[in-house]
């Protein structure tokens, strides 16, 4: 079985690890290795090649929250088995990644295990995401929004509309604001942009939301993503000069009552930066923790590491 076929056969591959996603913020770049047992799969590992001064990184594409390695539980498991399973996938999975001298990957925060990478030398970070775990009760998800999210959706529906939009130049345009009121360039191209939304419209598994005034300004723009299982927050923009409006919450508001009608939760995908988390925080979604992993393959690289440590301390 290759990978590509475990993708179309298998729901439970998250979106951010199917063939299609990578075919698009990556391509020509990934590869995957696929462990399967007379043709049931087993566990997958997808992975993106980067070289970069004579260096060979397998790590995170852009756009992407996550990737790491997806495993199939037999039914019925107890607890200690379902530990020596991923023993055993997961361990096998390490041996057959290709050489590199650095790898880095974020993985689901399903993957609470990361003991037999460990084992395997790899080192581990903790992150976090925030989610909103379950969508069927909206009048119970907006009850725990902070009370200024509250105040500022009130407040952006006196003054825009929000737009569903299939024009991703018009959302590119607001989503670069934001960049360049930080001083920014964005970390990925409108020519990936395009690659990737086309391939989700032609899926039904993305939606373009614009808040816009009555002499057409676009205030602010969220660009959602989802599979059966979880919605996610993939881009936001906002004009500096429009902020006041509140716009950003009434369409993330939009956003989730959407998700709603398409699957189970939504994904704020979280941020290590304090002022983006603060605002995600305040839409009253659990803090989840997920691992990013590490792992040094060669001996040039340890010293390249070494030396930038010790560059740094100076």
């Known amino acids: 079985m290759d990978y590509r076929q475990l993708c179309a056969s298998e729901s439970s591959v998250p979106l951010f690890c199917r063939d299609y996603w990578l075919d698009a ?30 260096f060979e990184y397998l790590q995170m594409p852009v756009l992407t929250q996550f990737l790491g390695p997806w495993i199939a539980y037999p039914a019925g498991q107890k607890q200690h088995s379902r530990l020596s399973h991923e023993k055993d996938v997961f361990t096998a999975l390490i041996e057959r990644l290709p050489a590199h001298d650095y790898l880095i990957q974020n993985f689901h925060h399903s993957i609470t295990n990361w003991l037999p990478f460990h084992w395997q030398g790899f080192t581990q970070t903790t992150r976090y995401t925030y989610l909103l775990d379950d969508l069927r009760d909206l009048d119970a998800v907006h009850a725990g929004f902070r009370s200024n999210i509250k105040t500022d959706i009130k407040k952006a529906k006196k003054a825009v509309a929000v737009v569903v939009t299939e024009d991703l130049d018009r959302f590119w345009a607001v989503n670069q604001k934001t960049f360049a009121r930080q001083d920014k360039s964005p970390p990925y191209s409108l020519e990936l942009l395009r690659r990737l939304d086309t391939a989700l419209a032609a899926r039904g598994q993305r939606r373009i939301f614009l808040a816009e005034d009555a002499s057409g300004a676009v205030h602010a723009g969220v660009y959602l993503v989802w599979d059966e299982h979880t919605a996610y927050y993939l881009m936001s923009g906002g004009d500096p000069a429009l902020r006041s409006s509140g716009a950003t919450s009434l369409l993330v508001w939009d956003a989730i009552q959407h998700a ?9 995908e979280g941020s290590m930066m304090e002022p983006v988390e603060r605002f995600i925080r305040a839409f009253g979604a659990t803090q989840r923790p997920y691992s990013q992993l590490a792992h040094v393959g060669t001996r040039k690289m340890q010293l390249r590491l070494l030396a930038e440590q010790l560059l740094g301390r100076r």
């Open 25 to 54: 913020v990556a391509p020509g770049a990934w590869d995957a290795i696929v462990l399967d047992n007379a043709g049931t799969p087993l566990g997958a590992w997808p992975f993106v090649r980067h070289r970069h001064l004579g």
């Open 260 to 268: 709603a009608t398409v699957t189970r939760s939504f994904d704020f």
